[in-house]
């Protein structure tokens, strides 16, 4: 994806996020100048930012005037970043303004930990996941125990996050937790949700450390509809 397709995308993801609260957004938000002032140097800190503070509460006018005044979207402190504390905050439009103004997605974020982008798919946050991606994000990204935001979408059963994130190359084959992405979206009863992950590739004859399978949960957890599914879908054990 270009920089010149990012930034139309940010730029739209935000024109409808402040149309939807009754505000349009300045245009300091599409001025393509701000990414290269706000974003160009990679900073730290050790506290807290005034960006990080605004972005927190949702203060846009205050996000923009620091924006303005030369503010780096990306210095990186022990407690996260900018847009960090937006997505953790729910501030949506917080979030989507600090990615058209160049926020890295995935700076700040320590190794082994949720990323934003799986926290977006984790809320089930179509606008914010899309605006993630665009900005950059890493879509097969994973923590500590294996789990990605496909993972986190597909365990609170949001098909539409789903959708998105194989659209942007997301692995169906993952293995969070020792067991593959499938196999938890069949103990779930997800009878759409495995249709459209074994339709992007998923493996339905993996087998985890216990010779567990999608199929062997199926049939245990005597889910029929599932178990015809991945018989038909080439499952043999």
């Given at each position: 994806m270009t920089k010149i397709t990012r930034a139309i995308l940010l730029t739209s993801a935000l024109s409808v996020a402040l149309s939807g609260c009754g505000m349009f957004a300045s245009s300091d938000a599409a001025n393509q100048d701000e990414p290269a002032l706000s974003s160009a140097q990679n900073l730290t800190a050790n506290q807290p930012t005034p960006l990080m503070n605004a972005a927190a509460v949702g203060d846009l006018a205050e996000l923009q005037d620091l924006v303005g005044d030369g503010a780096n979207v990306n210095t990186?402190?022990?407690?996260?970043?900018?847009?960090?504390?937006?997505?953790?905050?729910?501030?949506?439009?917080?979030?989507?303004?600090?990615?058209?103004?160049?926020?890295?997605?995935?700076?700040?974020?320590?190794a082994g930990v949720a990323s934003l982008l799986m926290k977006a798919s984790d809320q089930g946050d179509k606008r914010l996941v899309k605006a993630l991606l665009a900005a950059g994000a890493d879509v097969n990204y994973s923590d500590v125990n294996g789990e990605s935001a496909i993972a986190y979408a597909s365990y609170k059963g949001h098909l539409t996050i789903v959708k998105a994130l194989l659209k942007a190359g997301a692995d169906v084959n993952v293995s969070p937790k020792g067991q593959s992405l499938l196999m938890h979206i069949v103990s779930n009863n997800d009878l759409l949700l495995a249709q459209v992950v074994i339709a992007a590739g998923a493996d339905v004859n993996f087998t985890d450390d216990q010779g567990n399978t999608a199929l062997k949960v199926a049939q245990e957890k005597g889910l029929s509809d599932l178990e015809m599914l991945l018989v038909q879908s080439g499952a043999t054990s």
């Open positions: 990186v402190t022990p407690e996260g970043t900018a847009l960090s504390w937006a997505v953790d905050k729910n501030q949506q439009v917080s979030a989507l303004y600090l990615m058209s103004v160049g926020a890295d997605p995935d700076k700040g974020v320590d």
